[in-house]
């Protein structure tokens, strides 16, 4: 083995820099957002948990990556937890060319055009992990690009921002606070302009 041994005097480290990071901002396109989780995807594919990584928005809103292969990608900010005032960003490209990206890049969370409450024989479901599944034109499903689930907050509420089309939406079981099993909403309609609510209303467990 190998004995070290400290010598005195002053030392400098150099934190190594972000080959990508930025700054998350709210729907004003100014105010950091915090704690919004940003995903970076390979530019060839965006799909639900297939993100290369992730990293997260500090209390400045600036994020950053500690480690990212040469190569190009997209990347989106996430509605932060429980927050239905805000709804995932729309996706932005960088390429990592010799270890570096870019530094300066901000990523605005939208305003959402889908919001809904979450209830049960109860009463409003905190809490509850709200997935959304698009319906194709023969009647399929498939999971919207870019769109990751998200939490209502204490008062039930939820929200996304989704492409014009038909949706339908997916509610967890909330026996405890709402007295519901998990329940499919019925479908939802997103219009080309403004907004649409769509609530969701938990079977009874009876």
Not at 5 to 16: E, Q, R, V
Not at 35 to 44: F, H, I, K, P, T
């Amino acid at each position: 083995a190998t004995n070290l041994s400290a010598s005195p005097g002053i030392y400098t480290l150099a934190l190594a820099s972000s080959p990508i990071s930025g700054t998350v901002v709210a729907p004003d396109g100014t105010t950091p957002v915090p704690s919004s989780r940003v995903d970076l995807y390979g530019a060839e594919k965006v799909c639900l948990y297939c993100e290369r990584s992730a990293a997260y928005s500090d209390q400045t809103g600036y994020f950053g990556f500690e480690s990212v292969p040469d190569g190009q990608y997209q990347m989106f900010a996430r509605q932060p937890y429980a927050d239905p005032s805000k709804a995932d960003s729309l996706p932005i490209n960088v390429t990592v060319s010799g270890g570096m990206g870019s530094s300066t890049l901000v990523l605005p969370l939208r305003t959402p055009n889908v919001t809904g409450v979450v209830r049960g024989p109860r009463g409003v479901s905190a809490g509850n992990w709200i997935q959304v599944q698009k319906v194709t034109e023969n009647n399929g499903r498939t999971e919207p690009i870019g769109a990751r689930a998200v939490v209502t907050n204490a008062q039930g509420d939820f929200a996304f921002n989704l492409e014009p089309g038909n949706y339908l939406f997916f509610a967890q079981e909330d026996l405890k606070s709402a007295g519901g099993i998990a329940t499919t909403s019925q479908i939802c309609t997103v219009p080309s302009s403004g907004s649409v609510v769509c609530d969701i209303n938990l079977t009874s467990s009876n």
